[in-house]
């Protein structure tokens, strides 16, 4: 290969990066960089320059409005990784106090809290067993010779509870007692040392928040497209990870038509670890498929013939987390293997691994990050090394006296400060001795030749760092492409670039040059508004699986006569893989503007309004349908990991405690008649309203049949003017009325109860309470529906019917098994009654999943807002981290 | 005349223009960096006005002052120059070592490996061997003709002469472990035939030479070649089969 006979002029100066970012923001638009002359034989006129940047190139055009999902998402259910709630420390006063410091507050203690909670038996089993008699859990004073030897724990919980309400408040005060507690118990009270468990979850919650911020595990990706080997057949081989925890290996057949598409099952490996990258090369008509997880590394051979199984050659262990995985280009069964302790090998099938480098320090600066990449270059016994500081090549024949550096982080490379590499790659498919190099902020092209002085360089304004990359070279005269993909933001970004012959007659290779603009693809979340419209949870749900971090990216071209088209493979963390086709447009009058993207509405969009001419857009519409269908019955699966909670009542309670005043009630006993009767006759109870004659009410006809709606009447004199006058009336008269009533059943309830608890009383005034919030807020309680109909407010459940049923939104029920009276009445001790109405409200917090109402039974239920809350409930709740307990 | 006058004019206000480029061309190229465009002009003004000297020494800096990047053309722009100037094969040969030494594969290689071959001396005809296997090397070179003949011409030789045996030895021991996959496979020797075939007529002779008769590339090379009835790969299998031992001697 020919070294370009002039390069683009540029300074060359060494040293550490500039200090300020750049020449300008715009970072490149509109720029044409440098300039050469455009060749020989052109001398006759003006001299024509060709720019460094900005030549025309080819045009892409999306195919589609949205990317489509290729295969079925899988049927286990996916567990989003951290976000940053679930680590940060929330609170207001917190974030301005730290407004000038940058930085974000770990929530240590709440994490810390969790174990406590989650595993109390770990935490604290033995000595809580110890001093379960020194504990009095109580409200009543205690006695003076239990006063010794016990301590009531009533007052610290509220102590507790107090602080707990204070939050976030720099200046809160331990209260005494809290800090004398604490002060006799930390030593001894705790089953694992509490400094030694704090160190741990520390160093672990700052890795969780590190990952969250940049997520070097996934350099490189884990999604390999394997061509055809003849070109012909449009069947190739998609290999991309999969299952719950990502730790399945598919070898999928993928069939190229206007919509690719899955063929037969997939050949399935199970792997010992979460796969973070799958990186492919063809040798010698072969495939080799290199797969990464953090202590494994293994090879797979897929022979050149379409439907040959793919077979596994071999696996390595390491000690440390492996950071890097290539296979070589140039040899069959070689690859190289970076491991985060700074070790490089060059892994050869037939002979092992060969350590090449061994340093644990950066190379040219001093840089916490332990990750490190090799890659193979042109020549097969050469290879390079890289950090976040910059890239080095060894020779593996003589490692430690055979290097050269290619690129550093510095002025010679024109980098900004702070700039760090990202992602190398080596362009061999394109330009046996051209290199990839992306950082944060640019891409870079280099010539091995020339190292240390990039050949072209593009600042990308990604969001994200690029952490994926794939090349397809172009043929001679043409073009190569190459695709930048970030994770988190799930960007693609599609640039061109040239290092083409200028003229036959020369034969002189011209210096690289970028060519078009580069092009911005479509990302995995950008579908979601073109999807129909859905409920507000499933949205939700949609909203967190789309939006998931991209994982993978592989593409290919695909020549079909004089239609050529390049398929774009997006993967997701949650497994899914999505693709796009982008269509090469010949020369023409630029077409108007297309439509904007951003401003469709949700569900109106043209993927799912085709017109019939193109079918290319009924099939994404039709693929949708049937991901989407497919996705919601994985939904409505119920995870196996989050069964029923369940807490054993026997040390709390005796059968006597728990056993109702007397037998079953009257209601109850008709139920279970009922329940017999239709069992016999073989029919099916419709519902389980005492007189099945009596039709559901329907709240909005009270409402109408008694003239216009409150909301009406409101805006109708507010449009009169007189809005003022109306509120005063309103508030002054029906609200005053309805306070005196209320005032008035209390100061007899009261009578009628005489003396009792405080906490009793608490109780009661928290009915009170919520019967005028209840009150204050008319508008919303008397229309909504969301009440199943034998849950109405009148119809009091029996007294042994389980808490478990009631809904949220009614306290009535709650209120009533829980009245310190009611708990007397069946002689449940003072001092526990508190400790179950906790324990009772907590399952009235958290109803266990109710089961979807069959197809014809929610047809007649079909309120919105009850099915939603039905549903909503069936959602999987989000999984709270727990850092490595 | 009055014409030889405008000449005059003209060509004084040229040299005017020349002085000042030249000025600014000569800063220019002091700072360190890439100037190959610059550097091309300036050294195509100085010829012009014939300045040799200046322009030998703008090349050299701009190829050997150690703060610029090692930038090839730097080098190839000194051959070249120093080529057209007439300078002594020592001279040339010591641009192109440098060449060599910095960017083994410069498709100027062929030429040094021609100068070197041509050479009396034994060493220098033993680099001319080095720098032909070391562009070899190189992924961009695998399927140069070219080259592959440059190195089947030289081995041929030495394995003909039977002198030297031991230069190829030296070569091929660095590379005896990979080169086998990565230039003689079956599958290349299949696309090679298939895509050219007076590549794979070279190859298959070196093959043959380093790897002995039984090399796969070799066989599949010479029985194709043999049933296209083509003469040159007959000739071939002879000169393979008859200088067996000596591949012996190589790879013992």
């Not at chain 2, 290689?109 to 100068?115: E, H, K, Y």
């Not at chain 2, 796969?216 to 009835?229: L, T």
């Amino acid at each position: 290969m020919e070294f370009p006979a002039v390069l683009f002029p540029s300074y060359f100066t060494a040293g550490p990066p500039r200090e300020e970012g750049g020449p300008s923001l715009v970072a490149g638009w509109g720029e044409h960089g440098q300039v050469l002359e455009a060749g020989p034989g052109r001398r006759q006129a003006q001299p024509a320059f060709v720019p460094r940047r900005g030549a025309t190139g080819e045009r892409w055009e999306a195919a589609d409005a949205a990317a489509v999902p290729v295969l079925l998402p899988s049927a286990g259910c996916w567990i989003p990784s951290p976000a940053p709630q679930d680590i940060l420390f929330r609170s207001g006063l917190c974030r301005k106090l730290r407004a000038g410091k940058s930085g974000a507050t770990l929530d240590f203690a709440r994490q810390l809290g969790h174990f406590f909670v989650d595993h109390p038996e770990d935490a604290f089993g033995s000595l809580g067993r110890l001093l379960h008699k020194n504990f009095y859990l109580g409200n009543a004073k205690l006695k003076r010779p239990a006063r010794n030897s016990t301590i009531r724990m009533t007052a610290l919980v509220e102590d507790i509870n107090r602080l707990e309400a204070r939050r976030g408040c720099p200046r809160q005060h331990l209260a005494s007692r809290l800090r004398w507690f604490s002060h006799l118990c930390r030593d001894w009270l705790f089953e694992v040392p509490l400094g030694l468990l704090a160190d741990c979850l520390h160093e672990e919650l700052a890795q969780q928040w590190s990952n969250l911020l940049f997520d070097d595990s996934l350099t490189g990706g884990a999604l390999a497209w394997l061509p055809p080997e003849d070109g012909e057949t449009p069947v190739g081989l998609l290999v991309h990870p999969g299952g719950q925890a990502m730790n399945h290996l598919y070898f999928q057949d993928v069939v190229l038509e206007e919509l690719p598409h899955a063929r037969g099952s997939p050949a399935q490996f199970e792997l010992s670890g979460r796969i973070r990258q799958v990186a492919a090369a063809r040798v010698d008509g072969q495939d080799f498929v290199g797969v990464r997880s953090d202590y494994h590394c293994g090879v797979w051979k897929v022979p050149g013939k379409t439907g040959a199984a793919p077979a596994p050659l071999q696996v390595i262990r390491t000690d440390v987390p492996a950071s890097c995985l290539t296979v070589s280009p140039h040899l069959p069964g070689e690859l190289s293997v970076c491991t985060q302790s700074g070790t490089v090998y060059l892994w050869s099938i037939e002979t092992g691994l060969q350590q090449l480098r061994h340093d644990p320090q950066t190379m040219f600066f001093r840089d916490h990050s332990p990750w490190r990449w090799s890659d193979f270059t042109a020549h097969p016994r050469v290879l390079s090394c890289a950090d976040r500081t910059g890239l080095k090549c060894l020779d593996a024949r003589a490692p430690k006296r055979c290097h050269f550096d290619l690129f550093k982080v510095g002025e010679e490379a024109g980098c900004q400060q702070g700039e760090r590499v990202v992602l190398p790659m080596y362009l061999g498919r394109a330009h046996p001795s051209q290199y990839l190099v992306t950082t944060q902020f640019s891409m870079y092209v280099l010539d091995e030749r020339l190292p240390l002085v990039p050949v072209l360089k593009w600042a990308h304004m990604m969001q994200a760092p690029p952490l994926f990359a794939h090349l397809m070279p172009g043929k001679p005269g043409k073009s190569h492409k190459v695709l930048l993909g970030a994770s988190r933001t799930q960007e693609l970004l599609l640039l061109q670039y040239r290092g083409k012959r200028s003229s036959s007659r020369g034969g002189s290779q011209s210096a690289c040059q970028l060519v078009g603009t580069p092009q911005k693809l479509h990302g995995i979340s950008g579908s979601l508004q073109h999807l129909p419209t859905q409920l507000p949870h499933r949205h939700h749900l949609l909203q967190q699986r789309l939006s998931a971090p991209a994982a993978g990216l592989a593409a290919t071209l695909q020549e079909d006569g004089p239609r050529k088209s390049m398929l774009i493979f997006q993967l997701s963390e949650a497994g899914d893989v999505f693709c796009q086709r982008l269509i090469h447009k010949a020369e023409q009058p630029p077409a108007p503007p297309s439509r904007d993207t951003t401003t469709t509405a949700p569900g109106s969009s043209p993927l799912f309004e085709a017109p019939a001419s193109s079918p290319y857009g009924l099939a994404a519409a039709l693929r949708y349908r049937r991901w989407l269908r497919a996705l919601s019955r994985a939904w409505r699966e119920p995870p196996q990991h989050t069964w029923l909670p369940s807490l054993s009542q026997r040390r709390l309670f005796t059968r006597r405690d728990l056993e109702g005043p007397a037998g079953p009630s009257s209601l109850q006993k008709q139920m279970h008649q009922r329940l017999r009767q239709a069992m016999q006759e073989g029919g099916r109870i419709q519902r389980w309203e005492p007189l099945a004659l009596q039709p559901p009410p329907l709240p909005q006809t009270l409402e109408l049949a008694g003239g216009p709606d409150p909301l009406s009447n409101r805006l109708t004199t507010a449009w009169a003017g007189d809005w003022d006058q109306w509120w005063e009336e309103r508030t002054s008269f029906s609200v005053a009325q309805r306070q005196r009533a209320l005032r008035e059943r209390r100061r007899r309830q009261k009578r009628a109860q005489g003396r009792r608890s405080l906490s009793a009383s608490f109780t009661s005034s928290l009915t009170y309470q919520s019967e005028l919030s209840e009150l204050s807020d008319v508008g919303p309680s008397l229309l909504s529906p969301g009440r199943p109909p034998i849950l109405s407010q009148e119809s009091s459940p029996p007294a042994g019917s389980p808490p478990v049923r009631s809904p949220p939104p009614s306290p009535a029920p709650d209120e009533a098994l829980l009245s310190s009276q009611s708990l007397r009445c069946r002689g449940i001790p003072k001092e526990r009654r508190k400790t179950l109405r906790d324990y009772l409200s907590v399952w009235a917090e958290g109803p266990p999943e109710p089961p979807e109402p069959p197809a014809s039974q929610a047809s007649q239920l079909c309120f919105p807002s009850s099915q939603s809350q039905l549903s909503s409930a069936s959602q999987p709740r989000r999984k709270r981290p727990r850092m490595g307990f | 005349g009055e014409d030889g006058f405008a000449d005059l004019a003209v060509e004084q206000e040229m040299h005017g223009y020349f002085r000042k480029a030249a000025v600014n061309l000569k800063e220019i190229i002091k700072i360190p960096g890439v100037w190959d465009v610059f550097v091309k002009c300036y050294v195509d003004l100085l010829e012009f006005y014939g300045d040799h000297n200046e322009a030998h020494q703008v090349l050299n800096e701009y190829a050997y002052n150690s703060k610029f990047p090692a930038n090839p053309n730097a080098h190839v722009y000194l051959y070249h120059f120093l080529k057209k100037q007439g300078e002594s094969k020592k001279s040339l040969i010591s641009a192109l070592k440098i060449l060599h030494d910095i960017v083994p594969s410069h498709e100027l290689m062929i030429d040094f490996n021609t100068m070197l071959q041509k050479s009396k001396k034994r060493k220098k005809r033993q680099l001319g061997l080095e720098v032909i296997f070391a562009a070899l090397d190189y992924a961009g070179w695998k399927e140069n003709a070219k080259a592959w003949s440059c190195l089947a011409r030289q081995v041929k030789q030495i394995v003909i002469s039977e002198k030297h045996l031991d230069w190829i030895k030296q070569e091929w021991n660095s590379r005896k472990d990979w080169w086998p996959d990565f230039h003689f496979s079956r599958y290349l020797a299949k696309r090679n035939w298939q895509e050219n075939k007076s590549l794979s007529y070279e190859k298959a002779l070196v093959a043959g030479i380093l790897l002995g008769k039984d090399c796969k590339y070799f066989k599949y090379v010479s029985h194709q070649g043999c049933k296209a009835q083509l003469k040159r790969f007959r000739m071939l299998k002879k000169i393979v089969t008859r200088h067996n031992p000596v591949n012996l001697r190589i790879c013992g």
